[in-house]
Structures are given as C-alpha cells and as structure tokens.
C-alpha cells in the first residue's frame, strides 16, 4: 500500500479552480518531484495535503488513513513533515530550541512537569535535547546550536529548517522549494543532505523545485503542474522530452 | 565557523577588560554576597535608624530612601543623602567588598550550587525576606509599599505570559485580578468573618489561615473561567479580536460587580480577615514566580513563543497551537486571580472602581517598561514603577507626567523594554561570578 494516496483532490479559491482532479502515490523511500510555472499551483497542494486548506472534494490517505479535515498539527504528528518556500523559523529563537520544540507532539510530561518541572520533564527534555544534536550533527550546523537564527547566513536557515522538520518524525518530507534562493554551492551541498535524509533515514520526499537540475537528478518519478493540472507524470527522462511539457515552459512554435 | 569564535573571543576580551575598573570588580561579587550585605543593612536601620535620623535633625526615619521626604522639601537631600550613605551605602558595599577577599563570596556561591538546587534557592530567598521583613518593620507604610509591589510582580509577570511570551495584546488583567479579588474575598468573608453581606460567620476564625490560599485558588480559578470565556471566541483567528474582546471584558466585569448588590455593587466588599501578612504574600509571589518561570522555560512554554513568531510553522511543527494559546491565556489570568485575593486581603477592602483603565494602563506599562518576553525584565518592572509611582507621591499630578516621559524613553531607546528576551536561570543568577580578574 502506498504511504501516501491522494484520489482526485479538487479545490476552488470562490470560483478559481486551483487545484483539478489531482492524484499522487507516493511509496515509501521514494522521491517525487512537482514542477510548474508560476501560479500553477504547486504550493497549494501542499497546503491542501497538509491541512492549512481544506480540500473542495478529494480523498487523502496517509499511511492508509483519510486526512482531509485534521487539523494541520494532527497531520504533522501522523508523520508528514514539511519545509516552507519562505523560511517559517521562529525569529527570537535559537537554533536548538527549533528542534527541541518539533519534538512538541512526542512529550508526555503535561502542564504538570511543565509547571513544577518533575523530574520526569528533566529527564524527557534532556532526551529531546540528545535528538536534536543528532539532527543537527547530521545537518553540521551543531556548532550554531545557541545561536539565534536570525543571525545565520541563509544556507544554514535552512539547514535548521531542515532538521527542524526531520525532529517531528516524519514518514514522508515535503519540501517546498528547498533550494530556492541558493548560490551553486549551497545547492549541491543541499543536494547531499536530501539524498542522505533518503538513505539514511529511508524516508519518502515530496519536493517542489525550481531548478531543473535539482529534480533530474533527485526524483524518481516528476509530476509536471500547470494551471492545476497535472498535464505530464514520469521519469525525468520522459518529462524532459514531453511535448506537453516543453510547450507549458517554453511555448508552441507559430507556423507563420 | 571561526569567524564566529573570532567574534566571540573579542567579546570576551573587550569584557574582560572593562571588568578591570570598579564596575567590573562589583560585578565579580555573586548575589548571595549582596544579599548579606541588604540584611546587614536592614539590621543596622532597625537598630540605629532612628537615632540618626534624631542625630540628623530629621523626624522618622525616610521611609522610601529618602525619596519622598526631599521630593516635600528639597532643602533635606544633604541630610537624606547623608542617611542613605550611612545606613544603606556604606554597609551593602562593605559586606559585599569583605566577600571579595580570597573569592569568598564565589567560593560560597559554587559550593552552594553543588547541593540540590532547592537549597541555595531557599537560602538566598530566606536571607533577602529577612531583610525585607527587618527593613519593612520599621513603618507600616513600608509593609503595605511592599505587599503592594509584590502583587505588581504577580500581576504583571501573568500579564506578560501572554502579552509578551504568546504575542498576544490582552486588555482585561484587571477584569481577571477583580473576579480573584471578589471570589477570594466572599470564600474568606462568608465563611470566617461577620459581615452585613454574608452574615454571621460560619467556621471558626482559627481555620481561617489554613484555609485562605484554598481562597486564592478559587479566585485564580474564577478568573481562569473568564479568561475560557474570552479564549473561546477571540483565538478562533488571529489578529486584534483579542485586544478588542478583552477590553471589552474588562467593563463588563466592572460594570457586573457594580451592579451585584450581593458583593456590595459599588461600594463594595469590606471586613475581609487580614491573612494576606507579609509571609504570605511574599511566599505567593515567590509561587508565582518559580511555576511560571518553570512553565516558559520548558518545551510546552517555547511552543507559546513559536505561536508568536510564526503560527503556521508551529502548527506544521506538530504543536496544538489553539490549545496552547487557551492554556497559557488562562494560566496568565489564573496569576491575575491570585493577585488579585491578596490585594483584596492587603487593603481588606475592595470595590469596583479599583480595576478600571488606570490598573490596565498601570500593569500595561510594567510589562512594556520591564521587557516583553523576561521574567526578569517584568520584577524589575514591576518593582522600579511601582516603587517610583510611591516615591513620586508628593509630586501629584506631576507624578502622571514623569512615569509615562519615562516610559517613552524607554520605547525610544530599546523598544521591547529594559531587559527583554532574557532566560532567567536561578543557576545563573545565584551562581559565582566569576571573572579571569576576579580569580587573582
């Protein structure tokens, strides 16, 4: 079974129909693209999958189980774990408490530990705390761990963006244009660390991307958007020699 | 990365090196030090204060430094610096001073920190009660300044939960300290005092004591269910729907208890028992202060900060951010409840025109002036205007110009307030200070 199914989800904005009969199977370990222009729709879809929208019509299953209609933190809790195109960090917040606080929904020990601070809230935040290094020796930026993020350069933000999303657990990892904004070093090294998020933790990613390098050479199936619809699915092979696709991003050839 | 240590290490040495002036040796001194030296002088006062004051040609002792007397008669400052040097200068500074011989006062500190956490806490706030208890002894008004002040901390540390830690603006702490005040105060009149609202006492008096923080409880509980009643409609969405629900709240409850002639409509309630002493009203502060420290600094406390720096993001983060929001905007009022049964067992007495817009305005700027998001910043808030605003006494209506120039000052120059995003670690602050210069 797939890990996550998604059967013909529909969405209007008032009359704007943004999002048409879209479907999407994602399996477990596998990495899958969306592209499009502008305005297609793509970030749209992932707030519909992830709760922020509500969609018009549509079945979403995660892990086998209908989602539509949970609260986005629910969402996140099942297992789908997610970056956002414009950085979301918590500005007055240091590095490590990004992490430690995605860890909100694995905590146990209540307004109670939280209030007199039992030993039991010690000891599961001394544990919280042991993950997030890991997540963020993984993400080498452990050594900016007290530091505010405001303060770090923007390939670092998203570094802990990063590690901030693989603290809630998830099955699957949308990112939503994870390279935007990068200089080409950044972008292979972000590169590095997608690929060894897959290995190394086996989890499916659900990426939308810009940069067409990037996705050839990450993603084993693309879905290419345009106006909310899904016009091409395949291997990056196939949808670099789709017609439908070259003309959506290039235009038709006028015979004059 | 070593750009960064590079930055670090020059700030390290640039602090170094303005620790080598006089400052910087006070500030190697750690706390426990300077709270022996405030009990020496306590002690001294109690004990030599007003012959000096006699010996000074002055008639009592200045009760709030000095301060209010030379504000009446600015020919007393030679006198009332002289009293300030002599009973509280000189003391402080020399007890603290003898702690820096051969690191005393540090070595004292780092041994101290070694045994449980509760015990150096117990210690440092057993020593600076005393001295409280000893300086306050000395004129009732002083009693009453300092219960007063201590309910400002409470009042304004909840406050600053939501309007600083959750980002929210909250306009209705009076209305919240009022239901406290009220439910306190008809647990503790009805039962244990004659009154002509409630009759006849109905417990003997002797339980009474035992039994007044149950009253408390009941009025931080009442307000907690006020608060549920704004949470409910305002933190469907974001935005000033709070602000505007909460301030309109606030009348509500007054003009409600206006208009109760069972709680005294607007004369109001009076005869409460007088439990609120300087113990308990300080033992509660303390409360107050150690659980909502505890709350904000645990991983449930942050996710209120997330809520406010980026809402989406919490909740993509997994975080409940609806239910966080409700239960830190109940805990603040809670607080305010409290508060507000100690203040109604301070005066014994209360009525509705206390908890109008003057109190928001006064707590509002506590928090602004103190720091958003500090537990620190909101005692040293709290303390600094409440004790300003007494000590500003003879000037009047005067008084109502300096406080808010003040506060403008404030905005202008650091706009979150004094000591703002600050952690306050107990660890921190009762631990040695000590420097490279300090050590040799």
């Given at each position: ?50 709760g ?13 189980q ?19 195109q ?32 039992t ?61 935007a ?56 092979e ?5 017609p ?12 004059v | ?20 002036g ?109 001295a ?13 300044t300092?219960?007063l ?22 306009c ?53 269910i ?13 935005g ?6 909460s ?8 003009s ?26 300080f ?31 919490a ?22 409840g ?48 409440s004790?300003l ?52």
């Amino acid at each position: 079974m797939a890990l996550l199914e998604i059967i013909n989800m529909t969405h209007f904005f008032g009359g704007l129909r943004a999002v048409h009969d879209y479907n999407l199977s994602v399996e477990p370990g596998q990495v899958r693209g969306l592209i499009g222009p502008n305005g297609a729709g793509k970030t749209t879809i992932f707030n519909l999958i992830t709760g922020i929208y509500r969609p018009s019509q549509g079945t979403i299953l995660l892990d086998g189980q209908g989602i539509v209609g949970r609260q986005p933190y629910q969402i996140a809790a099942q297992g789908l774990g997610r970056t956002f195109q414009d950085l979301r960090l918590w500005r007055h917040m240091t590095v490590l408490e990004h992490v430690k606080l995605a860890r909100y929904s694995k905590l146990s020990y209540g307004l109670i530990g939280a209030f007199f601070g039992t030993p039991k809230r010690h000891a599961e935040e001394a544990a919280t705390e042991k993950r997030a290094y890991e997540l963020l020796e993984m993400m080498q930026i452990a050594h900016l761990s007290d530091q505010l993020v405001t303060n770090l350069p923007y390939g670092a933000q998203r570094r802990v963006e990063m590690a901030r999303a693989l603290a809630t657990e998830p099955k699957i990892l949308f990112l939503d244009e994870p390279t935007a904004g990068m200089n080409p070093e950044e972008l292979i090294q972000m590169m590095a660390i997608i690929r060894r998020v897959r290995d190394d933790l086996g989890l499916a990613i659900f990426l939308i991307e810009h940069r067409l390098k990037m996705v050839m050479e990450l993603c084993d199936i693309i879905q290419t958007l345009v106006f909310g619809e899904v016009i091409a699915e395949g291997t990056p092979e196939e949808i670099q020699n789709d017609p439908d696709v070259i003309e959506a991003y290039l235009g038709k050839e006028v015979v004059v | 990365m070593n750009e960064i240590k590079d930055a670090a290490l020059a700030a390290e040495n640039g602090r170094n090196k303005e620790s080598i002036g006089l400052r910087g040796k006070l500030q190697g001194i750690p706390l426990i030090a300077w709270l022996i030296g405030i009990l020496a002088a306590a002690v001294l006062e109690h004990t030599f204060g007003k012959i000096l004051a006699a010996a000074l040609d002055m008639e009592k002792i200045p009760v709030l430094f000095g301060l209010t007397v030379i504000l009446k008669e600015p020919v007393m400052i030679p006198k009332a610096a002289i009293y300030g040097v002599l009973i509280y200068g000189i003391p402080i500074f020399t007890v603290a001073w003898i702690f820096r011989i051969r690191s005393a006062g540090n070595l004292l500190a780092e041994n101290l920190l070694k045994l449980p956490l509760i015990i150096p806490t117990l210690i440092h706030l057993g020593i600076f009660y005393a001295a409280l208890h000893i300086w306050s002894d000395l004129s009732a008004y002083r009693v009453l300044t300092v219960k007063l002040t201590l309910i400002a901390v409470m009042m304004t540390l909840s406050l600053n939960v939501i309007n600083g830690y959750m980002g929210e603006f909250s306009c209705s702490h009076p209305g919240f300290m009022a239901l406290g005040a009220y439910a306190a105060s008809a647990f503790t009149v009805g039962l244990f005092a004659d009154d002509r609202l409630f009759g006849a006492a109905v417990l003997p008096e002797v339980l009474g004591p035992y039994l007044f923080p149950a009253g408390l409880v009941i009025g931080g509980f009442t307000a907690a269910i006020g608060a549920l009643v704004i949470a409910i409609p305002s933190f469907r969405t974001r935005g000033d729907y709070l602000a505007i629900i909460s301030l309109a709240f606030l009348f509500i409850v007054k003009s409600l208890l206006e208009n109760l002639e069972v709680v005294g409509g607007p004369r109001g309630m009076s005869s409460q028992p007088d439990y609120a002493n300087l113990p308990t009203v300080f033992t509660w502060c303390v409360l107050c202060v150690w659980i909502i420290n505890n709350f904000v600094r645990s991983i449930l406390g942050k996710a209120l900060n997330a809520v406010r720096d980026d809402e989406t993001a919490a909740d993509a983060m997994t975080i409940n951010t609806r239910r966080t929001k409700m239960i830190a905007f109940m805990f603040g009022a809670f607080w305010a409840g409290v508060a507000g049964g100690l203040f109604a067992h301070v005066l014994r007495y209360v009525n509705p025109a206390t908890f109008g817009i003057q109190k928001l305005a006064e707590v509002l700027a506590m928090v602004y002036f103190g720091g958003l998001n500090s537990v620190y910043g909101s005692i040293v808030g709290a303390v600094s205007l409440s004790m300003l605003s007494e000590a500003l006494r003879p000037l009047e209506i005067f008084k109502w110009i300096i406080i808010p120039l003040l506060l403008i000052l404030v905005m202008i120059f650091r706009p979150t307030g004094l000591i703002s995003f600050t952690e306050f670690d107990p660890r921190r602050i009762m631990g040695p200070k000590n420097r490279k210069e300090g050590e040799v």
